[in-house]
């Protein structure tokens, strides 16, 4: 067979009759023209508010879901076609006298005469208790004047009808939706006890038996961390792009490599102790991802500028040439170990960061050099009813002893932050910008905690990772002990030291 029959062979096979969609823009406007929630359509569809959030910012479902969303989308417009078309039919009624939309049934003579509720001038008749001319003629020939404060209901063939949706939602200045106001941010209250529920379901599903419920939730732990966000979005001020383009700088150079992000991770150990020996007490850090959820994360899709400067109001990532840094044989590096110098991509927080060290209440750097940046409006906020409602139920647990929902929580909060990436474990939310970005909240979260045992007297030996803080000193003076989200607790003591220039391995496990 020659190359041009194989490709008549392909294309004679191949089927031309997927359902086609409307742009991810229309699609959105159709269902808010119908005044319907993501929520409600993705109940009707068996999916995700999340998904559907993703298709109407430019994802294409596929198979059966396809052909039912187009069925709702075809749906729609029929409706709203109709109705525009009813509304326009209804004005032209309108501009007909007076006199033929009256009926005996709803108009009567006044005794006395009244302002009319169109001009304020004297009107003998009334239509449906509300007084007004019969003959526009005699509402035109006086200049209108305000209608009194008593009548708020206009006559029915006056009433202001809603103009057909237009497709283009209101936006602030920065890029970001506004919700229409009447929308009302849900109150904690209001959110169903979802981890409880779930939990309650496993150990009764699996009679009691803790390890076997305790597996079965950390199995589902992604789907139901994303079914607890979409509740405490409901209300939310802010539509998030669950599926955004992204930069070059957040894909991977290749299938098993990093993309082009610095998160600045810490791996840091002091070099050198002062003579003698040392207790040195390894602090962890409780709920170090749990924690990062609240920091400015960005919207909608990122936008790139350039110039050394930064607008606090967005969130991203950008090209920096770092500062020196003096400190190292006290203090780690914010930026973390780097083996190379010159620039490199940071996120927000760890810009935050350096630019907070380096002002004038520490003075520890030079301000860093921003080159370039991938930013969008951003909120501290976000996820912050997420991180309640996760915090709530951890604390809940830890006070009654509840290891399973313990477990649960835990698995919750550090699946989300590690799938938000292109995983194939989460095909909801695709932000790999805010991955990084809350990894790297959780390493300046530690950074300061090193920086404020410093500043206390204490000696920092030791800073790796997200919640591991290696210290000699009385902590206790310093840090809360306990296993809440603000305090620490201690995961090992060891002592080191009894010559200067002691470089400082923990031995075995107190890593």
């Given at each position: 067979m020659s190359n041009f029959?194989?490709?008549?062979?392909?294309?004679?096979?191949?089927?031309?009759?997927?359902?086609?969609?409307?742009?991810?823009?229309?699609?959105r406007r159709l269902r808010e023209g119908?005044?319907?929630?993501?929520?409600?359509?993705?109940?009707?569809?068996?999916?995700?508010?999340?998904?559907?959030?993703?298709?109407?910012?430019?994802?294409?479902?596929?198979?059966?879901?396809?052909?039912?969303?187009?069925?709702f989308l075809d749906g729609a417009r029929t409706k709203l076609d109709a109705t525009t078309a009813a509304a326009v039919a209804s004005e032209a009624m309108d501009d007909k006298p007076a006199e033929a939309e009256q009926t005996a049934d709803d108009t009567d003579a006044l005794a006395v005469a009244q302002p009319c509720v169109l001009c304020g001038q004297p009107a003998r008749h009334q239509v449906?208790?509300?007084?007004?001319?019969?003959?526009?003629?005699?509402?035109?020939?006086?200049?209108?004047?305000?209608?009194p404060a008593r009548a708020e209901k206009p006559a029915p063939h006056t009433a202001p009808r809603q103009s057909a949706p237009t497709g283009k939602p209101a936006r602030a200045a920065s890029g970001v939706k506004v919700v229409p106001v009447g929308r009302r941010v849900q109150a904690a209250s209001d959110t169903p006890d979802l981890i409880g529920s779930a939990v309650a379901a496993a150990l009764a599903e699996h009679a009691g038996d803790v390890e076997a419920a305790t597996a079965?939730?950390?199995?589902?732990?992604?789907?139901?961390?994303?079914?607890?966000?979409?509740?405490?979005?409901?209300?939310?001020?802010?539509?998030?792009?669950?599926?955004?383009?992204?930069?070059?700088?957040?894909?991977?150079?290749?299938?098993?490599?990093?993309?082009?992000?610095?998160?600045a991770r810490p791996k840091w150990s002091r070099p050198e102790l002062p003579p003698g020996e040392h207790e040195i007490t390894a602090l962890d850090i409780n709920g170090a991802y749990l924690s990062a959820l609240k920091t400015h994360l960005p919207l909608g899709q990122l936008e790139h500028s350039t110039g050394n400067h930064h607008d606090r109001r967005r969130a991203g990532l950008h090209l920096i040439t770092p500062p020196a840094w003096d400190h190292e044989t006290v203090l780690p590096n914010p930026v973390g170990n780097r083996d190379e110098p010159g620039p490199l991509w940071v996120t927000e927080p760890t810009l935050r960061l350096l630019l907070r060290v380096s002002g004038p209440k520490y003075g520890l750097c030079d301000p860093p050099e921003i080159h370039e940046s991938w930013t969008s409006g951003a909120t501290e906020g976000l996820l912050e009813k997420f991180r309640i409602a996760l915090k709530d139920a951890r604390d809940r647990a830890i006070a009654e002893g509840d290891e399973v929902t313990l477990e649960y929580v835990k698995a919750m909060y550090s699946k989300f932050v590690s799938t938000l990436g292109e995983s194939n474990y989460n095909r909801e939310l695709y932000r790999t910008d805010w991955m990084h970005l809350i990894r790297s909240q959780a390493f300046a979260n530690l950074w300061w905690k090193a920086h404020r045992a410093y500043d206390e007297g204490l000696l920092v030996v030791r800073a790796m990772g997200t919640d591991e803080l290696h210290v000699a000193g009385d902590w206790r003076a310093v840090f809360p002990e306990g296993r809440g989200v603000t305090e620490v607790k201690v995961k090992d003591t060891y002592s080191v030291g009894t010559d200067p220039g002691t470089v400082n391995e923990p031995p075995e496990g107190a890593s």
């Open positions: 029959q194989a490709v008549d062979a392909l294309l004679a096979s191949a089927s031309s009759d997927r359902t086609p969609l409307p742009p991810a823009q229309e699609r119908l005044n319907l929630t993501r929520a409600q359509l993705a109940q009707a569809l068996k999916v995700s508010p999340s998904t559907v959030g993703g298709w109407e910012a430019g994802r294409d479902p596929s198979g059966e879901v396809r052909e039912a969303y187009a069925y449906e208790g509300f007084p007004q001319h019969l003959n526009p003629g005699e509402c035109t020939a006086a200049a209108p004047v305000p209608v079965a939730l950390i199995k589902r732990a992604i789907p139901d961390a994303m079914a607890l966000l979409d509740h405490t979005r409901k209300g939310g001020r802010y539509d998030v792009v669950a599926h955004p383009w992204l930069p070059d700088i957040l894909r991977k150079q290749t299938a098993r490599g990093a993309d082009q992000v610095w998160e």
